[in-house]
Each structure stands twice: as C-alpha cells, then as structure tokens.
C-alpha cells in the first residue's frame, strides 16, 4: 500500500508558526527560570563569603554603636576606642568563664562614656580573668573601695560583643555568670536609663593600665568575629530546581511537537487505509 500523502518530519511541524510560538513562550519561561537560578546562586555566593572587615584596628565606639540600640552585624566584635570614668560601685564578677579550656572568673566594670560632649552614658566592660575566684573579688572589694588610683580613667581599647542571654547558672544560683546588659543595669548604682546595648572586652593595654593583669589576672581571650564561608546548600538546592525547570520547558515543547507529528502522521495513515479499503470494495 503506498501513501499519495507524504508523512511530515519532526522539522516540518515544529516549524510551523503554532509551534514556533509555542517554543517562543517556552524560552521566555525557560529565561525567567535560569535568571531565577542565578539568583539563587547569587545569594549562595555572598552567604558564604569570608567577613573580610578590618575588626583589629580600633574605631571610635561613637562611630559604630548609638545608646540603646543592640549591636548591628558590621559593629559586632570589632575593636573599638572610648573614653570614661569606672563607676566604683558597680565591679563586679562573672562565674564559669572559659579560657584556654580552663574555667575562671570574669571582673566586670561599668564605665561611664561620654559620646561628643553629651550626657554619659553606661557601657558594661569586661577587664580581666581569674582563673582564682577569690582574687578577682579581691580586685573587685578593691576597686569598690577607691584602691588603685585612676583603674585606667581615660582612653580604653575592648572589642565589642552583643549583650550574652542569661544562662542555667545565672537561674539556679545567685552566682552571675552571663555577661548581660538587661541584667547589670538592675544592679547599678545611679542608673539613669543611658546604656549601650552591648559590652566592651579590653585589650592587654588597657587591661593592665586598669590593674587588673596583677594578683593572677589574665587579659580576656577574644578573637576576632568568623564568619562561615561555607555555600549555602539550601540556595544550591534551589538553584538546580530552576534549571530542572527550565530544562522541562524544553522538553514540554518537544513533547508537544512530537505528539502533533505522532496524531498527523496516524492521521494520514488511517486516511490511507481507508482510501485503500474503499477501493477494495469498488473493484470487489
């Protein structure tokens, strides 16, 4: 049996005007998918970027944080320069700090900085580690008691941290062992309400010129903020849905394609049976 009808090629219906359309819409859908999928790996990308900001050379506090105000991501662990007065009545100490795998005692201060000119306002400062708990009360009932002349008045040097939430010692026991700032100011002597929302750890300098770094002391170990580099795998995992996307657009308009070619051609081939079966029954 032969066909007067030649069968189409995928070619010749896929270039008709329908289909040509049709993959028009899939490439502009297969476009938005990709530009989707370049945002996600955008977004990878800079997650897991190295924190590249130079937190070791000290910056006026002034610059970086406002009173009252919590820590910003671009203040957070940088060393910062500040000038104050201690308050006597307000050194205290921190139980369970750990150093160098050893656990000691924090002696905490409250200094009183006085941003451009205006009213003083209250920054929880860290000084020092004992790794004997009676030493650092011991420095504490001394600076509480005038002892030490100046304890460093004037220009210091810490890294800022955010302010530490309480922790199960700070609950079950009257010993305080997170650095918190809601928690110090109901302690003060004389608070007025002006607080920055974070706390300073001095440097070795301004540890010593403190007098803390005597009697056992130890400067207060803090590194510099790390931040993780790694991808983020969840952004990945988007991304390769988008190109999956964009890869069955693809193929939702090949498949469109190929099942016209498959109903053209069945088509015709049943129109030729048909003409054959007829004339069959003619010449019958």
Do not use: H
């Not at 998918?33 to 790996?41: K, P, V």
């Not at 506090?61 to 919590?70: F, H, R």
């Not at 000038?83 to 369970?96: C, I, K, M, N, Y």
């Amino acid at each position: 049996m032969q066909m007067s009808t030649p069968l189409p090629t995928f070619r010749q219906v896929a270039t008709r005007p329908r289909w040509i359309g049709v993959l028009v819409a899939c490439l502009a859908v297969a476009g938005l998918f990709a530009l989707l999928g370049q945002w996600q790996i955008a977004r990878a990308v800079e997650q897991g970027q190295a924190d590249e900001r130079d937190t070791e050379t000290a910056v006026p506090l002034t610059s970086v944080a406002e009173p009252g105000s919590t820590l910003t991501t671009e203040a957070g662990g940088r060393m910062v320069a500040f000038t104050g007065e201690w308050v006597p009545e307000d050194f205290d100490t921190l139980a369970g700090r750990k150093q160098d795998g050893r656990t000691g005692t924090w002696v905490i201060g409250r200094v009183l900085v006085s941003p451009d000119g205006a009213e003083p306002v209250s920054l929880p400062v860290a000084i020092a580690w004992f790794e004997d708990p009676t030493a650092a009360q011991a420095l504490v009932d001394r600076r509480a008691g005038g002892d030490g002349g100046d304890g460093g008045d004037g220009d210091l040097v810490g890294r800022l941290m955010p302010s530490e939430a309480p922790t199960q010692g700070d609950i079950r026991t009257d010993a305080a062992e997170a650095m918190s700032v809601a928690a110090l100011i109901n302690e003060w002597e004389a608070y007025d309400g002006r607080v920055y929302g974070s706390y300073a750890i001095l440097d070795a300098a301004s540890a010593d010129a403190s007098g803390a770094l005597v009697d056992g002391g130890e400067p207060i170990v803090s590194s510099r903020p790390v931040t993780d580099t790694q991808l983020n795998a969840l952004n990945i995992f988007y991304a390769i849905e988008w190109v999956a996307f964009m890869l069955f657009a693809f193929y939702l308009w090949y498949r469109l394609v190929k099942d016209a070619l498959e109903r053209e051609v069945e088509a015709i081939e049943d129109a030729a049976e048909a003409a054959a079966a007829g004339g069959d029954a003619a010449r019958g």
